[in-house]
């Protein structure tokens, strides 16, 4: 048997795992990478190389940075600012946290800017007599956070395992805030629908009593108290390492470990706190998942898939054509999937497509990244969606409005890709 098509079929019996969610998504993925070793699809210095690459080490120093963030209290402060805010009503207060929840989410990991909006909308159920609610902040707040993570090369975890997939393939490192030339219109149009009929549709499609949270208590104090010149080193930090990244000056990971360490150094936060609270399961699912891309292209799975999808498409389909149907493919299939999951299948097909054509393969990523990001019709492919279940919503609401949201923003997405690349 061909390793293609061994490639192939650990793929579907990864897709099946990823679908019945009988195991963590972590666990589905190491085992798929284990799969592609022991048949020979893929060495095994390859089948881990995941675990040391850019993206991954990248993603470890945002996660401790973004930990240190919390540790230091800005985040409880940001809380209680909010809270402020309460007396404005409800759909004010939610035009107010999707803003900003998208513009935090472009720097920190969606779950913990949720981790932080939660308990403060909470409190404002609490307080509010009914006023607020929690079934018409949550969906909407963590709607803000996905699309405000397609905003930036590190603002997800897919769309870093995009960008650096298409680095080790082509050498193409992207700029800071690339995505946003196709991803600002898709927020807009998120925040324009609330501002308009959307909070009316919502509350017409959420008929069902608000679910109280168990506790009536404020956001708890989550933070040690920190001399002031620490939380100047911690913003200061920070601040240095956007910069960094904006103007590339050095190397993604080496920015972000240094500015980890320079955290880690100066005690704002402890190295047992930020090893205890780091997101393993997000270290692994990307380590993995970039192996399992790897599988995927070593064995020419990926070439044979993408030769199958051009047949299809025929000899008259154009770049920008293909570019709708990847961008297509990646929300349908992340609305089953997880995104990280989808992109580890999809990119390494995408750029085969892409040099069939001979053209950029810089929108090909895109529509794959940040079509990743649009599947809002279900809560399984975003950790931030997920969380908003504890306030009750059922899946027919994820799918009446977050596939709302979902088609818009898809169409305007591929309406601004036309413009800015094609």
Known sequence: MQDSTIAIIILCAT?????????PLSVATMLAVIAMGITGVLPWDLAFSGFSSVT???IVGMLIMGEAFFAMGFAESLGHSLLRFSHLGEKKMLLILFVVAGITSIFFNGTVIM???????DTMAMQ?????TRKGLYLSTAIGTVLGANLSIIGSSSMLLSVNTLRESTGIQMAMFEPALVSLPAFAAGFLIYLTFGYR?????????DRPPRTASSPEAVSEEHPRWRKVVCLATFGVCMICFLIQAADMAAISIIGATVLLATGCIRASTAYHNLSWDTVIVVGGSIGFAAGIEYSGAAQVIADGILDLMGENAGPFALCVVIMFISTLLSNVLSNTSTVAILMPITLIMASSFGVNPVPFTMAVAVGANLSLATPISV???TMTMIAGYRFKDFARIGGLINVVTFVVTVAAMKVVYF
């Not at 509010?128 to 607020?132: A, D, E, H, Y």
């Open 56 to 58: 991954t080490l990248m």
């Open 15 to 23: 897709i099946v795992l990823y679908i019945s969610d009988k195991l």
């Open 383 to 385: 950790a931030t969606v």
């Open 115 to 121: 981790a932080v909006l939660m308990p403060v909308i």
């Open 201 to 209: 549709f919502q509350q017409r499609c959420l008929d069902f009593p």
């Open 128 to 132: 509010s007599n009914g006023v607020i």
